[in-house]
Each structure stands twice: as C-alpha cells, then as structure tokens.
C-alpha cells in the first residue's frame, strides 16, 4: 500500500548519488573550478535540504482515523493517514511504520507507507483494509521517518498514534449456523437442557398442546380432569435471559461461538427479551456482566468483549457449573 511517489523517489536519489559523484570525480581528477563551484553548490543545496527537513519535522502534525467504527465479517475498513504541515515549505515524503493487528486473535502484521507532506497544508491518505476475522482490528503507529529531497539525511520520529473498529458478524451469516429456536413467550428451546423461570407462571392453566414443555404440565389438575393440563405463562417482555458468552483459543472454534452469541442475543431482542450477557475475564479473575437492551448495546458490549484475547475470556467448565448452579436459567454458549 504506497502511493505513486515512490515510483519517482528511488530515481531521484540514484541521480543525485550519481551527480554528486561525478563531481568529485572530475575536481580530483581536472581540478576545474567548475566543479569546484558545483560541488559547493550541491553542499549548499544539501544543507538547505537539511534545514527545511527540520523545520518541517518541528511545524509538521500528524493523526490517524477509521472509519466506520463498526462493520461486519468481511467488509473494508478506510484507514485515514493524515499529515498537516504548517511551515511554506515541505517535503518529498516521510514514511510510517504501521502495526496492524487483531486484538482477540493476536493476529500481528507490518506494513510501511510513504505518505507525502505539503506545502503548508494538510494531505490525507486513504487505506483500505478488508477485515476478515472477527474481534478489534487495530492500526498502531510507532514511528514516522522523514527524508530530505536530496535524500541524504533522515530523522526517525517516535510516535504514539492508533485507531481500532470492531468486527462483528454478519447478522445474515450468523443466522445461518442457528441451532436453537425461540418462538414468542418465554421458553428457549435448545438441543441441551435449559433451566426455565417460574416467576414468569400466570397462574391460569390450558390444556396440552403438541411443543409444551413437560415440566409446564399441572399434575394436579391432570390427574382431576384426566387429561393433560399445563400451566399458562405470560410473555418475559422486561425480564432478562442471562446468557453465558464463551470464547475458545481455537480459531474456528472461536469464531463459531461469537457468532452464536450475537446471532442469539439479535433474536431474543427482536422478541422484546432483554439479555444480560456474561463473559469471564481471566486477567481479573471475574466474571462481567452488560446488560443488552437494544442492537446499540450489544455492539458496544461485544466490542468491550474483544479488547481482550480470546484466550483471556475462556472459562473453565467447572466454573460454568458454578455459574449454572447460582444463576438459574443460565444459557452457556460453548457449543456443547
């Protein structure tokens, strides 16, 4: 990812070696005062070069930005590099030395860019980058180097500047790998137990139909009535469902329970069901808990979620079991 500049910077330089060697080559050789006056010149030339090289280091501002600050799986991602000058003069380029990388995958790569800077003004670069795992992708800068015209001297600028998005599912994609259906009211059908909420119970009673839930029959009144009678709930609208959101060092594994969990917590908000997502922080040693009301919360808590890696929110299965045991009605999202 560099611009059209350098194609024409390696040439200059190389020409400018050239020149200055033939120089020196024809005053040692012909003592010409020629070249003596040239030779002066270029020394000139290069001092010049220097002075405005740091002159332009001290006036010169530089920040960086990505936008959006959310996407989905595979969309792009516009990193904007930014440098203001405010002195007349400016330079043929400096070059950044980037840090790109996936907080939750610790995924890590280097890239270079040579970016010019104006004449008192302000240049901004455009980067695209596809982002292709899910987590916080983050674009750091460490170092910023600047080089004369003449090519002969650098000055390597320490910086601090970075900018991150969250990669989030595909609602589409996501829905794709379901495996658990949640129709209107209050139960949560899926393919492991699931323990119910009774607080939820209306306190009238209907007869059986084909998908109720065993535990919702009225054995009293069954046994009375001599036909199956089963307790009628009212809908959970303003309760919360707690769900348990596991993350895995495996890399596919991963993936496929973030997914689930952000498939899952869409639906049940779409249904009016609040949810309250835990996920364990292994650097703490606590679990967190947010509360998700609406699709802006969940986008906010996931990406809270992935400023940690993976292997840092991944808890053990008798702590599942603890959890299971003093939150009831505990959904666990480890794809077992």
């Known amino acids: 990812m560099t611009n059209n500049k350098l194609n024409i910077k390696p040439f200059a330089f190389v020409m400018n070696n050239l020149i200055l060697l033939f120089l020196i080559v024809m005053f040692t050789f012909f003592r010409s005062y020629l070249c003596l006056c040239m030779l002066l010149l270029w020394v000139l030339a290069e001092l010049l070069s220097v002075v405005v090289l740091k002159k332009v280091v001290s006036f010169a501002e530089f920040q960086i930005s990505m936008d959006p600050g959310v996407i989905g799986r595979n ?48 240049f901004v670069m455009q980067l695209p980058l596809k982002c292709e795992d899910l987590g916080e992708m983050y674009v750091e800068v460490h170092r ?21 998005c969250t990669v989030l599912p595909q609602i589409e994609s996501a829905r794709e ?3 658990f259906y949640i129709p209107n009211g209050s139960e949560v059908h899926q393919p492991r137990e699931f323990k119910g909420n009774e607080s939820n119970y209306s306190g009238q009673v209907r007869q059986y139909k084909e998908g109720d839930l065993l535990r919702d ?19 959970t609208a303003g309760e919360e469902i707690g769900i348990l959101q596991q993350f895995s060092e495996d890399k596919i594994q991963n993936e496929s329970f973030v997914t689930s969990g952000f498939s899952m917590v869409h639906t049940l908000l779409q249904k ?27 986008e906010e808590v996931y990406g809270q979620l992935f400023h940690l890696p993976a292997k840092q929110r991944i808890c053990e299965k008798h702590e599942i079991e603890l959890m299971k045991e003093s939150m009831d009605g505990l959904f666990v999202l480890d794809g077992r």
């Not at 002195?87 to 996936?102: E, P, Q």
């Not at 080089?147 to 390597?156: A, R, S, V």
């Open 75 to 122: 969309e792009a991602v516009c990193v904007k590099l930014i440098v203001k000058n405010k002195w007349f003069l400016g330079l043929l380029d400096c070059r950044w030395h980037l840090r790109i990388g996936n907080r939750m995958t610790e995924a890590r790569e280097h890239l270079t860019v040579e970016v010019p800077v104006p004449f008192k003004g302000e």
């Open 144 to 164: 910023i180097v600047f080089q004369d015209f003449l090519g002969m001297c650098k000055i390597p600028v320490k910086q601090e500047l970075s900018c991150y």
């Open 177 to 179: 790998g379901e495996n």
């Open 217 to 235: 029959i009225h054995w009293k009144l069954t046994a009375k009535q001599q036909e199956l009678m089963v307790k009628e709930r009212t809908s």
């Open 272 to 298: 009016n069901l609040p949810v309250r997502l835990l996920a364990w922080n292994r650097k703490l040693e606590k679990m967190e808990e947010y509360e998700c009301n609406n699709v802006l919360q969940v």
